[in-house]
């Protein structure tokens, strides 16, 4: 059966419209938990959410499908998408469940997985959890139905793990920062560690009202965090998404570093150290040519996946590597989470001001980029503009004009009706003429 509710990242679509329907959740629920029950007295899962005002909704109608099928239902609330990862496995959960669109406006929602060891679901599951939904799931006996409750800690105890993450004896006293928490799920989580850790924190987007996350805030959107860092003189800028698995900084000038640049920091680093797993990094097909001979030229090895960090983290899993991640900002580092982890990603790029004693500016421009450009078509339903005899025809030719000097990447988003468009080519003209030529080809097929 082919996969038609899951995309790259679990299951996403505009709120209260399929598949994100109350009624679609609790079907999902139900069919998941089923799958995820195990042979043992007591069956449990973790629900957690972002800001977002369909949240409300989406959260009982889990809690219903899980609890009709005998799963007993901890309650999170608001908490970023990492934590949901280490509390299933901290809590011997049968299944971790985020209700988050990341950085979708807040019309989108989504749902996503975790298994008992707190990674995401593999295709392979997500699949079978279909195939049960499709089938109707049979409800538990009467005496069976489990229960639900708030987990009131759960906040608590992620703040705290996020403290161990960062090098001991060492604080952040002097520091003064700006984070934008895109008013999502760590607008409470994300100021409280760096406070203890001792920075001066200038928070923004932490008023979340449940219609305005990831709206002119947060990574996708660090304009308004940089200018803050200018008007406040701070020595860094962090920017978080709206679930908080991934992050982008902001140097003391104002400049943006995307994940391509805080990944080649953190394997250099590592790699000098000697704790980068067989000195190698793995990350999407989207990240920089740059990267890859910043790498190169210090023996480190580049490992590529497809778009989606839950590939980048089987990669990781299935060759034994501890660090990945992709340009938008995911970083995923095995030693110390399961899924990307905004929050702990920047902690090991503050280590290294700490430790170094250098300037975010000096850290973050590790490499020096290949021009890239990356343009998103939308496309209609019903749509699919990449089967087009003709597309494929000027994507041919395309990749033949770049030659070996350049790379080109045309894949369909997994998360919106969109055809992503990347190219890359140290000559920025040729790389302006094909990307049009691939582009208005896309759009008449659109």
């Not at 200038?202 to 947060?218: A, M, R």
Request: a neutral charge; hydrophobic letters at 40%; charged letters at 25%.
């Amino acid at each position: 059966m082919a996969r038609k509710l899951f995309g790259t990242d679990g299951v996403r679509g505009r709120a209260n419209s399929w598949p994100m329907t109350a009624e679609n959740a609790l079907n999902l629920a139900a069919a998941a938990g089923r799958y995820f029950r195990r042979d043992k007295q007591e069956h449990r899962v973790v629900i957690g959410k972002d800001t977002r005002l369909s949240g409300y909704m989406l959260e009982n109608a889990l809690t219903a499908g899980f609890t009709s099928t005998g799963m007993n239902v901890f309650l999170l609330g608001p908490v970023p998408t990492p934590a949901i990862g280490y509390l299933t496995h901290s809590l011997r959960a049968d299944i971790g469940v985020m209700i988050s669109a990341s950085h979708n406006p807040a019309a989108d929602n989504g749902i996503k997985f975790f298994g008992p060891d707190g990674f995401k679901l593999s295709d392979e599951a997500e699949r079978r959890i279909e195939e049960l939904m499709a089938q109707g799931v049979a409800p538990c006996a009467p005496e069976n139905i489990g229960r639900a409750r708030r987990f009131e800690d759960a906040r608590g105890r992620y703040v705290e793990y996020a403290k161990t993450t960062f090098p001991r004896r060492k604080r952040l006293e002097g520091l003064r920062i700006v984070l934008d928490c895109a008013n999502g799920a760590a607008y409470r989580t994300a100021p409280d560690v760096l406070w203890e850790l001792g920075a001066e924190v200038i928070p923004i987007g932490v008023k979340p009202d449940g219609l305005n996350i990831n709206e002119d805030c947060g990574s996708t959107h660090p304009a308004t965090a940089a200018q803050k860092v200018r008007e406040t003189r701070a020595d860094i800028g962090i920017c978080l998404d709206g679930d908080a698995d991934r992050v982008t900084l902001i140097d003391e000038r104002g400049q943006v570093a995307d994940g391509d640049q805080i990944m080649g920091l953190i394997a250099s680093r590592w790699g000098e150290e000697g704790r980068l797993a067989q000195n190698t990094l793995v990350a999407t097909v989207m990240s920089n040519l740059g990267l890859e001979r910043y790498l190169a030229g210090r023996g480190i090895a580049l490992e590529r996946t497809a778009v989606g960090d839950r590939y980048v983290v089987e990669r990781m899993q299935a060759d034994g590597f501890n660090l990945g991640g992709e340009q938008s900002g995911h970083i995923v580092m095995s030693d110390y989470s399961t899924t990307g982890d905004g929050l702990i990603a920047a902690l090991q790029f503050l280590s290294a001001m700490v430790e170094t004693g250098r300037r975010a500016s000096d850290l973050a421009r590790v490499f020096d980029k290949v021009p890239q450009q990356l343009i998103n078509v939308r496309y209609a339903t019903g749509k699919a503009p990449l089967t087009s005899d003709r597309v494929q025809e000027v994507i041919n030719a395309a990749q033949k004009t770049l030659g070996k000097g350049g790379r080109l990447l045309i894949r369909e988003s997994g998360t919106e009706p969109l055809i992503r468009v990347m190219g890359e080519a140290e000559d920025t003209a040729l790389l302006d003429r094909v990307l049009t030529e691939v582009t208005e080809a896309v759009r008449a097929e659109s």
